[in-house]
């Protein structure tokens, strides 16, 4: 089982970029996808998530409007696209799978992604 993000990088406040995560090992549309973040000093956090069959679609309030998540289940990848980035963006991204009927539960690696003028 493997998910693997990119898309990470420095960017300027005001900025965008997009997150990819690459899911293999597993039957990927079987899974509800999640998109986390954790900053230095803080505890890992719920960004958004995204149903099986994408849905439908959550958002953290502080994320509301500004990110976007989506799937593509015959590529077996979910996207995660950040605009009006702003410095408190700042952190690893985190891809997670969680299957649909058991507690069964996956990590990418993550993706640092910096916000500085």
């Known amino acids: 089982v493997q998910l693997v993000e990119s898309g990470g990088g420095l960017v300027q406040p005001g900025g965008s970029l997009r997150l990819s995560c690459a899911a293999s090992?597993?039957?990927?549309?079987?899974?509800?996808m999640r998109w986390y973040r954790q900053a230095p000093g803080k505890e890992r956090e719920l960004v958004a998530t995204?149903?099986?069959?994408?849905?439908?679609?959550y958002y953290a309030d502080f994320v509301k409007g500004r990110f976007t998540i989506s799937r593509d289940n015959t590529k077996n990848t979910v996207n995660l696209q950040m605009n009006s980035l702003q410095p408190e963006d700042a952190a690893v991204y985190y891809c997670?799978?969680?299957?649909?009927?058991?507690?069964?539960?996956?990590w990418g690696q993550g993706t640092q992604v910096t916000v500085s003028s």
């Open positions: 090992g597993f039957t990927f549309s079987r899974y509800v």
């Open positions: 997670h799978a969680r299957a649909t009927w058991s507690a069964t539960n996956y």
């Open positions: 995204i149903a099986s069959t994408g849905g439908s679609t």
